[in-house]
Every structure is written in C-alpha cells, then in structure tokens.
C-alpha cells in the first residue's frame, strides 16, 4: 500500500483550492477569483484501494507586502514543502511571473520531487499553443511530470491523482481510512462565512476580514453557531451592514445554507461585525484570530 504527504504550492490565484476540492472529490477549501483567499494550512486526506494520499493545500506565495499577514502567508506556504513526499508546483497555462520563479525556487531549495501541474488549460484555445509553454516550463526544473490540466471542469485530475499516489512510498494508513481532514468543524464555519463575505465584498474588503467562530454548540438537531467577522476599520464595518444591515443579512442567510449543506444538518448562525483596529499587521492580533503555524 502506499501513503504519503503531497503539498500543493503556487503563487496566488493559479487554482489550488479549487484542485484541492477536485482531488478529494468535495469541497473542502474555499475558493474565489482574489488572490490570497487562501489563509491557512488545509490538509484533505484521499484514501483509496491504491493507498492514501494526505494533500496540503497552501496559501499563495508572493512578493507583495510587508505587513504580518503577508509574512504569515509566505511562511505557511513555505513550511508545506518542510517533509512532504512530493509537491505539486501549479501554474498557469501560458503564464509565468516573477512570483511563479518565486514558487519554483522554493521547491528547488527544498529538494522534494516535483510534478509541475499546469492549471487553466481549458482557457487555451487552440490546445497547440499549449505546446511551447509545456518544454519552456520542462526545461526550467527536473520535473517528474509535467500535467496540464483544468481544475474547474476536472479534465485530467483523475490521472494526476493516479501519478501522486504511485509516487508516494509504501506504508500503512496515516489517518483512520474515514477521515478526509485535520481541520475542526469550526474552522470550516469560519471558512464558509469569510468565503460569503469575498465574493460578495471582493470589490470593497478584498483582505480586511477575517471571521472567528465565538460558540459552536450542538442542540436539538442542529448546530447553533456565532461568529464574529472582525474588520480594521469603522467604515468597513458599516460598508458589511449595508442599508439597514440588509447586505449582511444576505451574506449570513447564504453561508448558513453552505454550512447546512457542507454539515449535513439545520444550522441557525448568528453574526457580528466588530473593529479591531490594524489586526492584519499585529503580529499578536494574527495569533489570537488563529493565524499560527
């Protein structure tokens, strides 16, 4: 049997989240077209007949920005590559950037085997210009595969899956052949709201919100859950409210219903904005809204 630990790598916004979700089968990252919508450390465990592949997803790494919240990213990303079995370096068709350089040196200084998964081939048409940017990309590193594929449709995900699990070493099962995550309940709640909170707000608050779950309780057949969306700024909060609290109130109803739908159960959510001010550059403030490795 094999088994084993594969972390997902790239710069923001190359589709990692959304290969998570297509690997596993289901969701279990949020995903959006901002960059950095991805925060934390998500590990998806796939087990199978073959063997059990543990998948880290990682936030995107990137050259912008010096504050607390930027150096938490970079660090999270980087340490996914510290004792992996293999990485998967994604990137995007007929693109290449500094930050992609960036990603592929990391991988290059952690000395792990590498498939390099180009993303977004379903945006190329026709697939004959693909072919240039697949040698560029094979001369670039000692790959051992070069996979394009389309995360949003799944064309081709099921055959890199079958290339990560024959490349993960023998052994037994890591995790209990039922579980698909180390991740709590609650912090896929505050996953669910914050994603809400991007799609709709992703103009005005791109990265001023994050989401703590205050009480997460279980009574009569359903979760009751609180959650506080903290902001930097008191324009923030009121921009969230909207008129008469009426936008909110849309966000809060639709990740309510994700949640019902991601639990499998009724879900009565209760939320509130409040302002802490300059959180995403305090160090300390990171930590207490549960930004540590």
């Given at each position: ?7 997902l ?5 190359v ?21 950095q ?24 790494m ?9 150096r ?31 990603v ?9 085997p ?31 595969e070069?996979?394009?594929l389309?995360?949003?449709?799944g ?58 779950i ?15 969306i903290w ?5 923030q ?18 990740a ?27 160090e ?10």
């Open positions: 049997m094999k088994s084993g630990y594969t972390a790598v790239g710069r923001p916004n589709g990692k989240s959304t290969l998570l979700n297509q690997l596993l089968g289901q969701k279990m990252a949020i995903t959006s077209h901002k960059p919508t991805t925060r934390h450390r998500i590990l998806g465990v796939k087990t199978s007949e073959a063997g059990q592949v543990v998948y880290i997803d990682t936030p995107g990137h050259q912008r920005g010096q504050q607390a919240m930027n938490y990213l970079n660090r999270t990303a980087h340490t996914a590559l510290l004792d992996v079995d293999l990485a998967l370096f994604v990137c995007q068709a007929l693109v290449w950037t500094e930050e992609d350089e960036l592929l040196a990391a991988v290059k200084a952690a000395g792990v590498c498939i390099a998964v180009v993303n977004k081939v379903d945006t190329v048409q026709p697939k004959e210009k693909l072919l240039p940017f697949l040698a560029e990309l094979s001369g670039r590193h000692d790959f051992v070069v996979v394009p389309s995360a949003r449709d064309s081709n995900v099921e055959a890199l899956d079958k290339l990560v699990t024959e490349r993960m070493p023998e052994g037994g099962l890591i995790f209990p052949e039922d579980q698909i995550t180390d991740r709590s309940e609650r912090f896929f709640a505050a996953e669910l709201l914050r994603e809400q909170i991007i799609r709709r707000y992703h103009k005005e608050l791109p990265y001023a919100v994050t989401v703590e205050e009480s997460f309780v279980e009574e009569q057949g359903r979760y009751v859950i609180g959650a506080v902001v930097e700024r008191e324009n909060r009121r921009i969230l409210l909207g008129k008469q609290g009426e936008a909110m109130k849309e966000a809060a109803s639709a309510r219903r994700r949640m019902a739908e991601f639990f499998d159960t009724r879900v009565h959510l209760d939320v509130w904005i409040k302002v802490k001010k300059s959180w995403s550059s305090d300390a403030s990171l930590a207490q809204l549960g930004y540590s490795e």
